[in-house]
């Protein structure tokens, strides 16, 4: 848990919604996500593909371009507010105070440039060192994540370096100008379990030297234990439970958050995480009134045909289960 | 579908060509009109005036008469607007035949190369890297030149040299790599999925699974080419039609009417000019077309393309 | 790097070789033809018949007549059409050469400029006005048969208009070391005129591989760093949507060059190789044909060549594959 919890959050979201309108319908993205990041926090968001949570980071940070995507709520970053403030206003932040790490680092860098011409664009586009400055950097920066050899390697070009330390290059550059936060978007999906946790560990150091805060998306429980301070699920594009991560680890509110923990052994399976979640996301087009995980939930009742209230307090979730009815749940189950 | 509606109004202008001709001009664009004259404002003028420059004679311009030599006659007398009309059923006739033999012969070699592979598959592919490596328009003039002034005969065919079928032959074979060579990359990645896969273990024969299994995801393919295959065989008819080793006399293209009026193009430019307004329409709303039927099937282009 | 040009270059030089073997297959081996009575065109003597043979071997085995044929065509060069009686056919090809790269130079860099620009300022211009209505030109470039623009732009410029156009000379070629700016001169509306269509291929090509390229994950990263969207679009997506551009340009400039630029040369009088070509085949003149076919495979499989070895510029993935 951070220290600085009652300082001034460094990103504060309210009541984001994003929403793209298609031929076939409204589809809402994101519907009403609410977080706060304070300075030096590691921040999970956690949920199945298709829960918007990548959506949501891209949106906040204006990188959605579709034309039919409509963007409400408000974003205020280092207490400004930045949502729809156009991209001259954007470039300045995008890189410079904000930096962002993809999914797929096989794709996320342009492949005719060297890894060193790609970080070099990227400092000298904020500051305003010399080529050979920036350069100088680069080296510096490919080094302290982790790439050996840096000096030599700064010229290779990106189909030279394996997926793991493609990630790393991409970890550099999203560094590479001190950002104060920085987005993580599922950063360890698409590489193998000994490099995911290399990364997730480069991470962690990254975090404690330089005091950035992190926003990490994944689908993977086990990353949050290992990384978050606090934690959002969410599910078809709504924040289900959020709190500190060991809370909401321990003592998990939603069935959905106990889905994704295993926590809840059903009869006849073995608790395999996301896997024994029976049915899929739904279709992003008939997302129900009320409760959005109703139609896959066991413990469903009547009132989950109204949507559930967001409750107040540092552990927050929106399920019409009372406590003693979760209590007796969890009990009868384990 | 402002484009299938131009295209749907050219094609049924030209197929009434022969009522036109018979019922408003009364004129038959096929027969020289040397002597004749016409009642224009009262006064009566003959079709073919003395050149006012030099030798030869000088036909009438355009009357912008509904009812007669509205285009103006060919150095021949004849009325422009109906061989204009007339050539477009030709142009339009040529365009879309070959194109059908083209897209046949493209798909079943294609869809040959890429199922079988081997042996087949090199003979197809050698066929096309040939057809490839000439410049189309050389290719197509060499077929000419040698066809049209023999005609075509193999074993039981015998085409005449002056037949419309050359030219459309000619065209068809000459594009045949455009589209066989896409099908066949289609069909390749298609045997590795797992239907096909799962079709060839269940021992269906192979003409069983070509037909059922591989056609329908090649043909959307081949509809998306089509129409820009028309363009491109009517632009390619048109250019040896103009070179005079496309379509022969008595027959008319929009290519050949280009090519009678290249001597009267200072004096009366509409002989020249009204059938490549004709072409470039025409090509246009199939371009049009194409990029439509694209989108139509491949929505994610459409998406991408919009996003 | 110069290993990998070297080895595309023997490529090339076997893959002429092997064109040259097909094509003096087509003239000299086809069954049933008399290749001398070809050669010699229609209605000749048994004396021209008889220096044919002997000058071409035609009676020793393939291989040798193969060598003569070479050796006459490539290094003697006195290879001599019969219907032009005495008219030598490497000069003929080597004199009509410039006039075509004139044309097609001049045009290629028009095309290129209008073609580049146009797919650029479409794709970053989607879903505004003008992407659409530079893809409605770029159909209408494409829908117009080369020969009939030539046609139009000559009545407009040297009948309908003449008083507007006076500065511009009739119809006809002077060399650019006679006159650069004659040269030019008299040149510009074929280059327009060849140009329109490739401009418009190229504005459609670039603009679909733009639109693909601004969709990929490194445009996303090049946002993510804070990049302005011209930078963006110029430095990252079209850098990538070049090798596109570039393949499709290397195939184009070959087949033009080895004779595809016939109609542009004869609605404009220039004795070019396409107008050479199309004459010899008219004519019947195979020596004549076979030394323009022989040029033009030459410069298609160059400019492939030239279009791989730009490839492993362009694209590092290329180079290290090699």
Same mark, same amino acid.
């Given at each position: ?16 919604? $994003? ?22 926090? @590691? ?68 492949? @005719?440039?060297? $890894? ?24 510096? =920066? =490919?080094?302290? /994540? ?23 290059? $991409? ?10 936060? =920085? ?25 404690? @030297?330089?005091?950035?805060?992190? /926003? ?68 992003? =087009?008939?997302?129900? $009134? ?9 413990? /469903? ?34 | ?39 224009? +404002? ?74 079988? +592979? ?33 005609? %075509? ?8 040299? +002056? ?101 009267? %193009? ?21 371009? %049009? ?19 | ?12 030089? &076997? ?15 086809? *069954? ?181 390229? &601004? ?35 290397? &195939? ?63 694209? *590092? ?6």
């Amino acid at each position: 848990m951070s220290t600085n919890e009652h300082a001034a959050p460094v990103l504060e979201l309210t009541d984001l919604s $994003v929403s793209f309108s298609t031929r076939q319908g409204l589809i809402r993205a994101v519907d009403g996500l609410s977080l706060s990041v304070g300075r030096g926090e @590691v921040h999970g968001i956690v949920g199945e593909s298709g829960s918007g949570k990548s959506v949501a980071m891209y949106s906040l940070l204006g990188l959605t371009r579709d034309a039919n995507a409509s963007i409400t709520g408000s974003v205020r970053f280092e207490g400004r507010e930045i949502l729809g403030s156009g991209d001259k206003a954007m470039q300045p932040i995008r890189g410079g105070e904000i930096g962002m790490i993809f999914q797929d680092p096989m794709t996320a860098l342009t492949p @005719v440039y060297t $890894v060193g011409w790609q970080i070099v664009e990227q400092i000298r586009q904020h500051t305003d060192l010399t080529k050979a400055q920036a350069k100088a950097r680069a080296i510096e =920066l =490919l080094g302290e /994540v982790g790439i050996p050899d840096a000096k030599r390697r700064v010229d290779s070009y990106p189909h030279e370096f394996s997926g793991g330390m493609r990630q790393r290059v $991409v970890i550099a550059m999203a560094m590479s100008c001190n950002p104060k936060l =920085l987005i993580a978007d599922e950063p360890t999906t698409a590489l193998d379990v000994t490099t995911q946790a290399q990364i997730l560990d480069l991470m962690s150091r990254l975090r404690d @030297v330089h005091n950035s805060s992190i /926003v990490i998306i994944t689908h993977d429980m086990g990353v949050i234990a290992e990384m978050a301070d606090r934690v959002t699920v969410m599910y078809a594009g709504r924040p289900i439970e959020a709190g500190p991560e060991l809370d909401v680890v321990r003592h998990p509110r939603h069935p959905y958050t106990w889905g994704l923990l295993g926590a809840v052994p059903r009869i006849g399976e073995r608790s395999e995480r996301l896997a024994t979640i029976a049915g899929n996301v739904m279709s992003p =087009l008939d997302v129900p $009134v009320g409760c959005a995980f109703a139609p896959r939930c066991a413990y /469903v009742m009547d009132e989950c045909a109204a949507r559930p209230p967001w409750s107040d307090g540092d552990h927050r979730s929106a399920c019409w289960l009372s406590d003693t009815q979760r209590v007796a749940l969890r009990r009868k189950e384990s | 579908m402002m484009a299938l509606g131009l295209l749907s109004l050219i094609i049924l202008a030209c197929l009434l060509a022969p009522y036109y001709a018979s019922s408003i001009a009364h004129e038959n664009p096929f027969v020289s009109n040397v002597q004749g004259s016409i009642t224009l +404002g009262g006064k009566t003028v003959s079709v073919l005036q003395p050149s006012t420059v030099g030798f030869g004679v000088t036909p009438i311009g355009p009357t912008w008469h509904f009812s007669t030599y509205f285009l103006g006659a060919d150095p021949q007398g004849r009325d422009v607007f109906a061989r204009l009309l007339y050539g477009g059923r030709d142009s339009l006739f040529i365009g879309f035949s070959s194109a059908v033999i083209c897209c046949f012969f493209a798909t079943a070699l294609g869809m040959v190369a890429g199922y079988f +592979g081997g042996v087949v598959d090199w003979i197809v592919s050698r066929l096309f890297d040939i057809i490839w490596a000439f410049p189309v328009y050389l290719l197509a003039i060499s077929l000419s030149v040698i066809l049209l002034t023999s005609g %075509l005969n193999v074993g039981f065919i015998h085409i005449q040299p +002056g037949s419309l079928v050359l030219p459309i032959l000619i065209i068809a074979s000459v594009y045949i790599p455009y589209v066989g060579r896409p099908v066949r990359g289609l069909v390749m990645t298609l045997r590795e999925r797992e239907f096909i896969q799962a079709a060839i273990g269940s021992g269906a024969s192979d003409w069983r699974i070509l037909r059922r299994d591989v056609f329908p995801n090649v043909a959307p393919t081949v509809i998306v080419f089509f129409p820009m295959m028309v363009a491109f065989n009517m632009l390619t008819e048109s250019a040896l039609s103009f070179l005079s080793i496309g379509v022969q006399p008595p027959n008319a293209s929009w290519g050949t009417i280009i090519n009678d009026g290249l001597d009267l %193009l200072y004096t009366r430019p509409w002989v020249s000019i009204a059938p490549g307004i004709g072409i470039v329409l025409t090509c246009a709303a199939l371009n %049009l077309l194409g990029d439509g039927v694209r989108d139509a099937f491949d929505p994610k282009a459409k998406l991408r393309g919009g996003a | 790097m110069l290993l990998f040009i070297v080895r595309r270059l023997i490529s090339a030089f &076997l893959v002429m070789f092997s064109i040259s073997v097909v094509v003096f297959l087509i003239f000299f081996a086809t *069954p049933g033809v008399n290749p001398a009575a070809r050669i010699a065109g229609r209605s000749a003597s048994p004396e021209v018949l008889a220096h044919v043979a002997a000058e071409f071997g035609l009676n020793r085995p393939l291989p040798i007549r193969y060598g003569l044929m070479m050796w006459h065509l490539l290094f003697q060069q006195d290879l001599t059409s019969y219907v032009n009686i005495g008219v030598k056919v490497i000069p003929q090809i080597t004199g009509a050469a410039p006039i075509t790269l004139s044309l097609i130079v001049g045009a290629a860099v028009l095309w290129l400029l209008a073609g580049v620009a146009g797919g650029l300022v479409a794709a970053a211009n989607r879903g505004k006005w003008i992407d659409p209505l530079i893809m409605f030109g770029g159909i209408a470039a494409v829908s117009i048969p080369a020969y009939w623009l030539g046609e139009v732009v000559n009545l407009v410029t040297q009948n309908k208009f003449h008083s507007l156009f006076s500065w511009l000379p009739a119809p006809g070629y002077v060399s650019i070391t006679q006159s650069p700016w004659q040269w030019a001169l008299h040149l510009i509306f074929p280059w327009i005129t060849l140009a329109t269509l490739y401009a418009g291929v190229y504005a459609r090509v670039l603009r679909a591989e733009l639109v693909n390229a &601004l969709n990929e994950d490194y445009v996303r990263t090049a946002r993510a760093k804070g990049l302005s969207e011209r930078r963006i679009l110029v430095k990252h997506a079209l850098r990538c949507s070049l090798v596109a551009i570039v393949s499709l340009f290397g &195939l184009d400039f070959g087949s033009l060059v080895g004779g595809a630029a016939l109609l542009t040369e004869v609605v404009f009088g220039l004795n070019g190789i396409g107008m050479l070509t199309y004459n010899s085949l008219l004519n019947l003149d195979l020596p004549v044909i076979m030394g323009c076919v022989m040029y033009g495979a030459f410069f298609i499989v160059l400019a492939s060549a030239v279009v791989d070895v730009l490839y492993a510029f362009l694209d *590092p993935r290329v180079r290290s594959v090699h």
